[in-house]
């Protein structure tokens, strides 16, 4: 488990679009085709393309599926939510799209790959992509 820099931005620039570059690469797709399928995807939905209903979408489209962090451990009971690393640790074998707080990372293969370290992040939601 590790961070790898990566950014699949053609350009190299590192602000808004950390759901393109994390969905280019837990898909294997090249940003522009990310793009594209995003774009094409919120015009029918009528929605920005980094809406979570357009990622859920495009997941789904690719063969993969939302999942959610399962942060109860019994009645009443809570436990926090995994980091980005932890995760990572968690999730040897696979590709995955993490949201955190106010941006998207990828892991594949249990590690982690972003323009910045963003390892200590709690996870709010995943999406698996098969």
């Known amino acids: 488990m590790a961070y790898k820099n990566f950014n699949a931005n053609p350009k190299g620039r ?3 679009d950390c759901y393109i570059r994390a969905l280019s690469k837990a898909a294997k797709m090249c940003w522009k085709v990310v793009l594209e399928k995003l774009v094409s995807i919120s015009m029918d939905k009528y929605l920005d393309p980094s809406d979570t209903k357009v990622i859920d979408q495009f997941v789904k489209d690719v063969g993969g599926e939302a999942k959610k962090i399962d942060y109860l451990i019994g009645p009443g009971t809570k436990r926090r939510r995994p980091v980005v690393w932890e995760f990572a640790r968690d999730n040897p074998t696979g590709r995955y799209v993490l949201r955190v707080a106010n941006h998207l990372v990828a892991v594949a293969n249990g590690n982690y790959y972003d323009t ?14 098969k």
């Open 116 to 129: 910045w370290d963003s390892g200590g992040k709690s996870v709010y939601k995943y999406w698996k992509i």
């Open 14 to 16: 590192k602000t808004g």
